[in-house]
């Protein structure tokens, strides 16, 4: 009985962090993409063998590591900034029919959006977030959250997060993409994030769920992109 209630009390450990550590942020979304588009200071941890490399990278004052996946790749590279921008297309492009995703509209030169998903953990409620999105150039996107105090100030996204407050909203975060022209028709792809999901995850589920999302992501947009029949 008692090796059963240390089990319990490790899982317990595992499964949910102290809220305490949700407050040791202390740097803005804007900060977080600055490390993010830093060329030094990233680790390979990760050769897969569908040829993508993962790296990951320490960001001060912050829980967890940051996230960079690439790729070489034969690709279009404005196909595949148009899959990115084309948010509507993400649960498809994830494979995910749980997951919603939507524009809402553009203010200062950046797309407002919407993402709310399901994780799959039991008695964990889902994730959401409101996100902006630039274009920064021909090849290179990037996108911070949407914090509550911006939230606040607009009847718009209060409203849908008021609609949807089953979930736990996702404040700290921020990605990039990236395309470089390799040789000819070959370019290197890639794309850096950081996302804590918040609520009561313990950091080890953060960096899994991250790390297994990226992925999807990254894979789902390259196949999208290289796929001739797609329209936007």
Do not use: C
Request: net charge negative; aromatic share 10%.
């Amino acid at each position: 009985m008692t090796n059963s209630i240390v089990s319990l009390k490790a899982l317990a450990l595992l499964v949910f962090s102290s809220s305490y550590l949700l407050s040791l942020k202390s740097i803005s979304n804007e900060q977080i993409l600055n490390h993010l588009k830093e060329d030094q200071n990233w680790i390979l941890i990760e050769q897969r063998k569908d040829s993508v490399n993962v790296f990951e990278m320490d960001i001060p004052q912050m829980n967890l590591n940051a996230l960079r996946v690439e790729k070489i790749v034969e690709i279009n590279p404005n196909k595949a900034i148009d899959v990115v921008m084309n948010i509507e297309s993400y649960p498809e492009v994830m494979e995910n029919n749980t997951m919603t995703s939507f524009i809402i509209g553009e203010k200062d030169g950046e797309i407002y959006a919407y993402n709310k998903f399901p994780i799959p953990i039991p008695f964990v409620s889902a994730r959401h977030y409101f996100f902006k999105i630039k274009n920064i150039s021909d090849f290179e996107l990037n996108w911070t959250l949407v914090e509550v105090k911006e939230i606040n100030l607009s009847s718009t996204l209060s409203r849908i997060l008021n609609e949807n407050n089953e979930a736990v909203y996702v404040e700290h975060g921020a990605g990039m993409w990236k395309i470089d022209n390799v040789s000819g028709n070959l370019s290197k792809v890639s794309y850096s994030l950081y996302m804590d999901s918040g609520g009561s995850l313990s950091d080890y589920l953060n960096d899994f769920i991250a790390s297994q999302s990226i992925i999807m992501l990254f894979n789902g947009i390259l196949k999208k992109a290289g796929d001739k029949s797609y329209v936007n």
